[in-house]
């Protein structure tokens, strides 16, 4: 009913930038709260940043200050901007969003993942 498509992840240098995007598509009634996780090899998944239909955004401590995460209600989709990027922010970054559909009502949804790599 419905899919989340993430694009913008690739290798950067130490103090480089990327941005993520997350395109939200299909039988959509509305989206609650849009998020990033990301999960380094070994480690589980955590929350970076997440974003409520409001506008309301909360950060992991480890990024406050370098990530800015943002939405466009008109488009479905939720973007990171990762500043000031550091190695130990490496790690498969995925959406998540809380959406209702036309047909099942509320559920979670994910996205397929974007490598991040920050390296020398």
């Known amino acids: 009913q419905a899919q989340l498509v993430e694009s913008g992840g690739g290798l950067v240098q130490p103090g480089g930038s990327l941005r993520l995007s997350c395109a939200a598509s299909?039988?959509?009634?509305?989206?609650?709260?849009m998020s990033w996780y990301r999960q380094a090899p070994g480690k589980q998944r955590e929350l970076v940043a997440a974003?409520?239909?409001?506008?309301?955004?909360n950060y992991a401590d480890s990024v406050k200050g370098r990530f800015t995460i943002s939405r466009d209600f008109a488009k479905n989709t939720v973007y990171l901007q990762m500043n000031s990027l550091k190695p130990e922010d490496t790690a498969v970054y995925y959406c998540?969003?809380?959406?209702?559909?036309?047909?099942?009502?509320?559920?979670?949804?994910w996205g397929q993942g974007t490598q991040v790599t920050v390296s020398s």
């Open positions: 299909g039988r959509i009634l509305s989206i609650n709260i």
């Open positions: 974003i409520t239909s409001g506008g309301n955004t």
């Open positions: 998540y969003a809380n959406m209702i559909v036309t047909i099942g009502g509320r559920r979670d949804y």
